[in-house]
């Protein structure tokens, strides 16, 4: 079963994933069986930072299970701007909700909220950090159109150094057997060094390329990723780098028939349009597979009673990290934990 | 029936207007009847521009058949802000909701949006264009106040130029048999060219006056308007229009006993709060019957299954309007139809 | 029975109270029971000045009771944006909905609603005047916590001028037998004379003091209140007071063991997170306590039938209080009533 909270998708198993995922492709196809399964429920979407579209999927996986939705999507209309820790605002909420989804902008708010709270959390974005349900929908999403999560050849293209859904992803895949990986960006964006570490140490062949065409016949799968305006160091290296990776109808020529090409949406122009009817294309279906995807975590999660967890004991020292939730709530115990060599921040993991 | 969408009451004849109607003085009289008929079902409220009025009604028209409400009012709080197509937006929350109702600052834009949505769309306020559930609801309000939409002497006062439930109005009550309209308003306020062609295409006889006080005695009904300050050009401007044509105790005088007073809301002083209490101000009542206008519709449209409407062909040339939808987002099809001898835009009608 | 609608909680009796507070305590234990209670029912919440935690409170109040909602949080996205009187929004928002929450920063402006609602209004704030249900969910807290409203000895600290909930609560414990006060602030932030006036006429006795530590053994209840920075006049007066009165280990170890510690929340620092886990903190149960005390006064509000209040007369002559709503909407006629000597208005009660 899965852990209490849903922090990083890493913290559970391949049989967890196997069975969220069964869950979800049975909802799909029996929606009506689970229209009223959280009857009575309330979930509640914090989302320090707006996030409409993730928001949206929250609220309606909770609707379509028969439960009620309660939350906020500005921080400036929050207690928050009254100067309430996270702590505070939690530990009342968790009074309220039976669930809680939660998007903030520094990493490691959701860990650190789990501390305080009486009911399930779900971490729907930590700032760069994580954001476990878009791999879940992933997941869901290669499950119901691939029937399969091994022996697939991924490729990965656009900003692979700034996007968290693709280190997740990446991570995610190491898991399974067989799996290769095409890397495809500039030099400039390539999937950070410890990324690289992991598919190492998985075992799964990768390689970098600079060529999208190029690597379009080998695919089975294509992660397409916008070039994030908000990750860029200033507006010249973002209009540098947007247009080079732009998936269009030549290159959709050079595929094979049963490629998929998946997006985490939002797209600005990384897809062209003109493509957007190939039935290859499965992004729009991918959302919704999102929604089956967090109405069989909300089902699962809810199963569980409440609780407080048990705090850590604070380990004395700082972490370095300045957008690292501990950096700005000072009551939150600093908790490291050695990672090879190195000690890294149990929060933001930096 | 209804068309699939909702985009401009003209689009629908009036069998469809008689049966929706009918429908919602049938729901006024029997709430509890309806009080379960969407039950399960999502109506998506997507305001890029904040109406929270109409927003509502809308919420509250869907929560009173039972169903349930997701979506947003605020276009910076929205991946719009990231960046995103109307086709992906629409495309994304047509697989969460059951229906949607739109309210977008450009023109044509309600439209555009059909040809990518998967359920149902109601445009509710496409900039200054369009209006349809006003229209509706001003129609549901004759029928519960007067019985009938024929033979009724019909003043219309305040700014006629830019006021679009006006010229919708209008358009509506010149397809019955009888009806007679009585213009009031400032020469610089008066309707635009093509509705008085209109008019005189339906052989509706009407007048163009100055005075509110000469035409009161004549009148079956009377729909006063705001003069909208953001309508206007200058600050200036606005203060020198809008004290004219205020409804007050004096006039009340003068008119029929049962005159009706309707008004789209919200009012500033065009109708002194001196006779809210005069019997003959149906304008709350208007929007209790707005309630029932919704209620009936979003029944009706949901009565159908899902579907993607066939894509027009792109003509190749574009729309003179600059606040046109297709003059922002450029991947719609711009298709243009002949009204007598020019051609107008199939989105914005310019 | 309560009267239609709750402005002040001094306009109801002490059997209301508890009649009230026994059915809070009720549905604490039996929420069950109440899950349908108010199905097909429509809570409004009109929040005129964003206070998120009350709002969510409202709404899981009436989510609990199988109840929806509607409502807004932000002015600038409503239809006052376009100049709409409170009237004009409450006439119409009382004819979605069959009960409205209302917060607002006038003072008197949700006495002014009630004159023109079809439906019961709750206070939910009208600016530094009144927040009856706060106060409601003081008596809730001590009913469950302590099980009596008297005979307690109640410290009250931190901002005494400007906080209504502590003027509110002072004025309700005045009502018991046996109460006693003390009043713990510095001499700049004391409770305002006719608080004193009115703990005198009821007999209770009082003191005055400066120390915190001092009054921690005497004390059954503790009542912290946070020293709002937007009460004060200026950034150098806040930074002045506000770390004065800070419950810490020290002073807990000073007080009994069946103290109960209340905060009407949010918290900035007054309370140390160190003592968090003391069981004697009782403010987190204290939002949970106010929930069932939303969802009582709820249930038997909506027990009602629809009406409007007969209006008042007009009195010709202006309240003196720049904040009070009948000086911003001039339609709402002005009432004073006699207290003592002096007139007072009867919507800002100044």
């Known amino acids: 079963m899965l852990n209490r909270h849903l922090i990083d ?13 069964r869950l979800a492709g049975d909802i799909a196809k029996h929606p009506g069986y689970y229209s009223s399964a959280c009857h009575g429920k309330i979930l509640a979407t914090l989302f320090y930072e707006p996030s409409t579209r993730t928001q949206m999927s929250f609220q309606t996986a909770m609707l379509k299970l028969g439960g009620s939705v309660i939350g906020f999507d500005d921080p400036n209309n929050s207690s928050v701007a009254k100067g309430e820790s996270l702590k505070d605002t939690i530990r009342v909420v968790s009074g309220y909700a039976d669930i809680i989804a939660m998007r903030h902008p520094s990493a490691g708010s959701a860990k650190a909220a789990s501390l305080y709270s009486r009911v399930p959390i779900i971490n729907a974005g930590d700032g760069g950090h994580l954001h476990p349900t878009q791999t879940l929908t992933d997941l869901v999403t290669l499950r119901g ?71 379009m016949p080998e695919l089975d799968v294509l992660y ?51 493509v957007d009817d190939d039935p290859r294309m499965k992004f729009f279906e991918q959302t919704e597979y999102g929604l089956y995807a967090r109405m069989a975590l909300i089902l699962k999660m809810l199963e569980d009673e409440k609780y407080i967890d048990p705090q850590p004991k604070d380990q004395g020292h700082s972490c370095s990290n300045p957008r690292c939730i501990t950096r700005q709530e000072f009551y939150i115990p600093r908790v490291f934990r050695k990672v090879g060599d190195h000690e890294i921040c149990d929060y933001c993991e930096e």
Chains 1, 2, 3 share one sequence.
């Open 145 to 215: 159109e691939k029937g399969r999560f091994d022996n697939l050849c991924i490729g990965l293209c656009g900003d692979l150094r700034n996007g968290r859904t693709v280190h997740s992803l990446i991570k995610a895949m190491c898991r399974f057997h067989g799996n290769r990986f095409i890397l495809i960006s500039t030099p400039h964006l390539r999937v950070p060094p410890y990324i690289i570490r992991i598919i190492e140490e998985s075992g799964c062949p990768y390689k970098e390329v600079d060529s999208l065409a190029e690597a």
């Open 224 to 274: 397409m990723t916008r070039i994030q305006r908000e990750r860029f160091l200033s507006a010249e290296e973002y209009l540098a780098q947007k247009g080079v990776y732009v998936l269009d109808k030549e290159k959709m020529a050079l595929a094979k028939d049963d490629l998929i090409v998946l997006h985490p949406l939002p797209r600005v122009d990384e897809i062209s349009v003109d």
């Open 9 to 21: 998708l890493a913290d559970s198993s391949v049989e967890d994933w196997n069975e969220i995922t």
